[in-house]
T-cell receptor, first 113, second 114 residues
Framework: DAGITQSPRHKVTETGTPVTLRCHQT?????MYWYRQDPGHGLRLIHY???????DKGEVSDGYSVSRSKTEDFLLTLESATSSQTSVYFC????????????FGSGTRLTVV | DAKTTQPNSMESNEEEPVHLPCNHS???????IHWYRQLPSQGPEYVIH???SNVNNRMASLAIAEDRKSSTLILHRATLRDAAVYYC???????????????FGKGTLLTVNP
């Protein structure tokens, strides 16, 4: 969607390698989120950020770390990729006030072989 | 987090209205009711949200029960492009800045027949 981009769109990586996914926004929104989506589980929150250098864990944070050094970028890192982390990853942004909804990116399809 | 209950699936015919129900009996006073939808192979898309009063926008209408324990998303004339999974989510904005999270359930799969 306009204002939020994810990169890469697709990635295949080997087990044990580190992987970083990038979420970039041009909306200057305070809140940013990383979700993963798997068949049978729906969307699950991994980590989120409520400001520069302010992050917190979601419900499925094990094996993932995040960083946000500036407002526009939120990075998700898989320290040592495993096959269980094969998934579609979505980034989302939200303004501080509840006058607008979340805006989601188009997703990154990650395959760990 | 307050939870929502939605039917797993619903079916509609093209150009007919669709009423998607959502129960949220444990809703708190600071919970906004959000609706999102996810088309095949796409990220979720914001549809509408509200707190107490009914809401309308170009995509849909949201009818909220007087006791706020249930709500209904109304698509006035379904099209084939409305076939998607629809999520009803409660967003608590009463706990301060770190708690602006959306928790997704399984949603309702809407099938639209031509």
């Amino acid at each position: 969607d306009a204002g939020i981009t994810q990169s890469p769109r697709h990635k295949v990586t080997e087990t044990g390698t580190p992987v970083t996914l990038r979420c970039h926004q041009t909306e200057n929104h305070r809140y940013m989120y990383w979700y993963r989506q798997d068949p049978g589980h729906g969307l699950r929150l991994i980590h989120y950020s409520y400001g520069v250098k302010d992050t917190d864990k979601g419900e499925v944070s094990d094996g993932y770390s995040v960083s946000r050094s500036k407002t526009e970028d939120f990075l998700l890192t898989l320290e040592s990729a495993t096959s269980s982390q094969t998934s579609v990853y979505f980034c989302a942004i939200s303004a501080i006030r509840d006058r607008v909804g979340y805006t989601f990116g188009s997703g990154t399809r990650l395959t760990v072989v | 987090d307050a939870k929502t209950t939605q039917p797993n699936s619903m079916e509609s015919n093209e150009e007919e209205p669709v009423h998607l129900p959502c129960n949220h009996s444990t809703i708190s006073g600071t919970d906004y009711i959000h609706w999102y939808r996810q088309l095949p192979s796409q990220g979720p898309e914001y549809v509408i949200h509200g707190l107490t009063s009914n809401v309308n926008n170009r995509m849909a209408s949201l009818a909220i029960a007087e006791d706020r324990k249930s709500s209904t998303l109304i698509l006035h004339r379904a099209t084939l492009r409305d076939a998607a999974v629809y999520y009803c989510i409660l967003r608590d904005v009463g706990s301060g800045g770190s708690n602006y999270k959306l928790t997704f359930g399984k949603g309702t799969l809407l099938t639209v027949n031509p």
